[in-house]
């Protein structure tokens, strides 16, 4: 299958390559047996994602973090609807496998989505959505009678910071209650994105900055803050192998660093 991407959609062959590395590793973190056939199946030169042995069990523990909450989530609430935003071709539907009474959407790019309906099954109750995440007009084909979960898993730092907000408040305007779970970089770490290649090798830009868990709740109206929990303090991160654990401990003890990437966590409503 050939594949024929470039700007943020490209960014998601690298993070969909790591967790096909991880889960080829004896130390796997995410066990994403998905993700492997799927970079099987692609024609791609996947050296260009610039992803080797040593960077994709953190790109596989970031997954990890989110399926824990996003597990959390559905089991909190059988009934529920998720929109997996920016979704690429992560294959978190079938890993975390919700049951008969969550409708989960799929939301990304059209040339995302369309290499998504060539690569995975269809799946009952799950939907794919070809649309920008920041384009209003999708969001009003998903029913609204269910607590609601977004989540973005490597999104954010690809819209602008008034794009972001406006996603996250559609969301809480229109869902009567849910949550919404993404990660973050600070604008340090904005600023530090030319040292990036995943995003730098794809032509992409990041825009959006969060330094704080108040740059969120002090303007979306009615979010309750569960958690800010930066990366390298996550359970998901000290799994990691040498010599994840010395750059944690470094990262740990300076402030700029340690917020540099943070796993954001809002209530929104009677949940
Ligand atoms: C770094 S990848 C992460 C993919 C996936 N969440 C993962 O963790 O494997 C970023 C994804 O966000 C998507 N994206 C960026 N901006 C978007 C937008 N405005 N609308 C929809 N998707 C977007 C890209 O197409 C890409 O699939």
Request: some cysteine; proline content about 7%; overall charge neutral.
């Amino acid at each position: 299958m050939h594949v024929d991407l470039s700007g943020p959609p490209q960014t998601m062959l690298a993070t969909l390559y790591a967790k096909a590395l991880d889960a080829d590793s004896p130390h796997s973190i995410l066990h994403d047996q998905y993700a492997k056939s799927a970079v099987d199946r692609l024609d791609y030169d996947w050296s260009q994602t610039t992803i080797t042995r040593r960077s994709a069990p953190a790109v596989a523990a970031r997954s990890a973090h989110f399926d824990l909450w996003v597990g959390q989530f559905v089991a909190a609430h059988p009934r529920s609807v998720v929109l997996h935003v920016g979704c690429g071709l992560d294959a978190r539907v079938w890993r975390i496998d919700p049951g008969p009474d969550v409708e989960w959407y799929d939301i990304d790019h059209a040339g995302v989505i369309s290499l998504r309906e060539q690569v995975y099954p269809a799946r009952e109750h799950a939907h794919l959505v070809a649309a920008s995440v920041t384009d209003p007009a999708w969001l009003s084909d998903i029913p609204a009678d269910r607590p609601t979960l977004l989540i973005g898993e490597g999104l954010t730092m690809y819209l602008t910071r008034d794009d972001g907000l406006g996603l996250l408040n559609r969301v809480v305007a229109r869902f009567s209650s849910g949550e919404l779970q993404f990660d973050a970089f600070s604008r340090a770490g904005i600023r530090a994105q030319f040292t990036n290649a995943v995003v730098r090798r794809p032509g992409s830009r990041l825009y959006w900055g969060i330094d704080s868990p108040a740059d969120i709740a002090g303007v979306v109206p009615g979010l309750r803050l569960l958690a800010a929990l930066p990366v390298v303090e996550a359970a998901t991160f000290k799994q990691l192998p040498w010599p994840y654990p010395l750059m944690g401990r470094v990262m740990s003890s300076v402030p700029v660093l340690r917020r540099m990437a943070t796993y954001h966590r809002y209530a929104f409503g009677a949940v």
